[in-house]
């Protein structure tokens, strides 16, 4: 069994930062693939951004890119997620992904993702 937590979020002003946390536990996660997606009121979940914890590849949706940085400390078995710049438009439930499979570059598809957390609320005001 393997758990996902984030952690986080909050109400922030445009132009603002925040950085979300996301503990695995149950496995070690430290070869795993890891993402950050996210579900705004009334809109599918979208991906945002990822990691291979392997190689080191990251991957941006292009709503992020610049703005965003993924990141991972295997030794926590965390990732994180630096926000910088926030937008209205960046609000939105955050979601932590994990990839149990082995790959070369950070994975964008939701389908590749195995396990899932609970979610954090981002809430970005003008």
């Known amino acids: 069994q393997v758990q996902l937590v984030e952690s986080g979020g909050g109400l922030v002003q445009a132009g603002g930062s925040l950085r979300l946390s996301c503990a695995a536990s149950?496995?070690?996660?430290?070869?795993?693939?890891m993402g950050w997606f996210r579900q705004a009121p009334g809109k599918e979940r979208e991906f945002v951004a990822a990691i291979n914890w392997n190689a080191g590849s990251t991957r941006y949706s292009d709503s992020v890119k610049g703005r965003f940085t993924i990141s991972r400390d295997n030794a926590k078995n965390t990732v994180y997620l630096q926000m910088n710049s926030l937008k209205p438009e960046d609000t939105a439930v955050y979601y932590c992904?994990?990839?149990?499979?082995?790959?070369?570059?950070?994975?964008?598809?939701?389908?590749?993702?195995?396990?899932w957390g609970q979610g954090t609320q981002v809430t970005v005001s003008s």
């Open positions: 992904a994990a990839d149990r499979t082995l790959r070369t570059i950070a994975s964008v598809p939701a389908t590749y993702y195995n396990y």
């Open positions: 149950g496995r070690t996660f430290s070869n795993y693939g």
